[in-house]
């Protein structure tokens, strides 16, 4: 209320029109860059935590391919991948599909027998591991990024 009494609307009135900017069309944008972002905090724990096959000195044969497997066997960083990868929407989810193409790639994750069947090589589950603490940081990723945006409205 004002000294006088009157109730002013001048801030509700603003406050409305910023939010009619905040259209369906940026909340697309908003959310594919937010899914991006996910997916490229994702890839840069996973591509972390792969491991790199170390071969004696045979010519020809050079670890890191299942690491590069992760951004499509560029020479990208995790980030600059993530940026070119398709966003899918379903209703209000938005999907990032991120594979490794390498033939082996399984293996490594989950563990497999070894070459004469007797023993057991345990997975590395990069992806697993790295997938679950992105799905524990989101929310609060998330969060930060729409406070920032909110922010950017209200200016």
């Not at 972390?48 to 670890?63: A, E, I």
């Not at 690491?67 to 398709?86: D, F, I, M, N």
């Not at 490794?100 to 997975?123: A, C, D, L």
Request: glycine share 10%.
């Amino acid at each position: 209320m004002s000294r006088n009494g009157k109730a002013n609307f001048q801030q509700l009135k603003k406050l409305q029109k910023e939010m009619q900017r905040f259209k369906r069309d940026e909340l697309d944008a908003f959310a594919e860059s937010a899914a991006k972002e996910l997916a490229a905090r994702l890839l840069a724990k996973v591509i972390k935590r792969t491991p790199v096959g170390q071969y004696p000195d045979v010519p020809g044969k050079v670890g890191g391919t299942l690491r590069r497997g992760w951004t499509g066997g560029k020479k990208a960083s995790g980030k600059s991948y993530a940026e070119s990868l398709k966003i899918h929407t379903f209703g209000d989810t938005y999907v990032v599909e991120i594979i490794n193409p390498v033939q082996y790639s399984s293996y490594v994750e989950f563990g497999h027998r070894t070459r004469n069947n007797k023993g057991w090589v345990r997975g590395r589950f990069m992806m697993t591991i790295s997938a679950n603490e992105i799905e524990r940081e989101a929310p609060a990723i998330l969060e930060r990024k729409l406070k920032k945006k909110l922010g950017e409205l209200f200016d």
